[in-house]
């Protein structure tokens, strides 16, 4: 079964400061694994996507996430955070070998970036 | 994203009422997928469609119904509206086509508040 969580509700940091959103996931077979934020009152928006290759991503608004098969984590990243970033982040998770397509979502953390 | 509309964006309706919320994509995607989602518990897959003749049930399909009118477009009804499904609503689309069909691509979000 396919499962993704995340382990804190809710993640505080300051300005300028670097941020970490943990997420860690369980499939069946091997992952294809995303993250997504989402702003007050907006739908969903694609942040990055690990599928093959390097284990640190890199995507948009400067955030990166690391692969880590061994503790089964994406966790994700942010060297130096701005006010901006506040919004709830989901983890996501899709096995692979399966041809059905769809995505299991964690529960989400919120992010809230002070000045 | 623009390319994925929903409407209403909001609806507040009452107990024992048939609602439906309609999704329309100018993505050209085959796939489309509806979450619901509530504080705490993330996104949850309601239904799912892979074409307009192939639609599949989620993980949380009771009390609700969907209909893929076409391609484009792909509709969820509350058959009798209750109050537990008071919930924000997105719908979804991804290319099957794509190299690597994953990503995702959500619209705004229906709130749907059941009295």
């Known amino acids: 079964a396919q499962s993704v969580a995340q382990p804190e509700d809710q993640v505080n940091v300051a300005e300028g400061n670097p941020l970490t959103v943990k997420c860690t996931y369980s499939v069946s077979g091997n992952p294809y694994l995303f993250w997504y934020v989402q702003y007050p009152n907006r739908g969903l928006q694609f942040l990055l996507k690990y599928i093959t290759g390097d284990n640190l991503v890199k995507g948009s608004y400067g955030f990166e996430a690391e692969f880590n098969k061994s503790q089964t984590s994406f966790h994700l990243k942010k060297p130096s955070a701005l006010v901006s970033d506040s919004a709830l982040y989901f983890c996501?998770?899709?096995?692979?070998?399966?041809?059905?397509?769809?995505?299991?979502f964690g529960r989400g953390t919120q992010l809230t970036v002070w000045p | 994203d623009a390319d994925v509309t929903q409407t209403p964006r909001n609806r507040i309706t009452k107990t024992g009422k048939r609602i439906m919320l309609e999704c329309s994509q100018t993505?050209?995607?085959?796939?489309m997928y509806w979450y619901r989602q509530d504080p705490g518990l993330g996104l949850r897959l309601i239904y799912y469609?892979?074409?307009?003749?192939?639609?599949n049930k989620g993980e949380i399909s009771d009390g609700y119904s969907v209909s893929r009118q076409a391609q484009a477009k792909f509709s969820l009804s509350l058959e009798s509206a209750i109050p537990n499904q008071t919930a924000l609503y997105f719908c979804?689309?991804?290319?099957?086509?794509?190299?690597?069909?994953?990503?995702?691509?959500f619209g705004p979000g229906t709130r749907l508040t059941v009295l």
């Open positions: 993505k050209g995607h085959d796939r």
């Open positions: 996501a998770v899709r096995d692979r070998g399966s041809t059905l397509g769809r995505l299991y």
């Open positions: 979804a689309t991804s290319d099957p086509t794509a190299i690597f069909d994953n990503e995702q691509f």
């Open positions: 469609s892979f074409d307009v003749k192939d639609i």
